[in-house]
């Protein structure tokens, strides 16, 4: 049986805006970031058993909300696509501006990590008061 477990799910949208950040040289706008979120909702809908997973981690109690605005919710799929992206609008953790804040953080790590010994400078300088 499969589980869903948001939580990982949010971890994933930060880090793959944190991968495109690093490829766009530091700059993403919110609708760029919008994408990368709809591609990563969808990349979680492909296979039956993960879209169980979502619906039965959300447990959506009322659908007539989904229904009206992404229409007929007639295969899991579709249902779990709607479920999941209502959970991702409501969540304050993944608006565009939290969302780019921790890719930066994330970036800054991973920066961190991989920093050469000898002094050389990193990637990326996000501190906008440098």
Known sequence: MKFFYY????THVIENVSYELE???????EEMVDELVHQTIENECIYYADC?????AIC???W???VDE???LNNITSLAYAVLYNKVQEDEHLTPEAIIEAAK???KARN????????????FNFDTNA
């Open 23 to 29: 490829t766009q040289d530091g700059r993403l706008d």
């Open 60 to 62: 959506p109690a009322d």
């Open 70 to 72: 992404f229409g007929p």
């Open 105 to 107: 953080v994330m970036v």
């Open 112 to 123: 961190a990590k991989s920093a050469p010994r000898d002094g050389q400078p990193q990637l």
């Open 64 to 66: 007539s909300d989904l």
């Open 52 to 56: 169980w997973a979502i619906v039965n």
């Open 7 to 10: 939580s990982d799910f949010r």
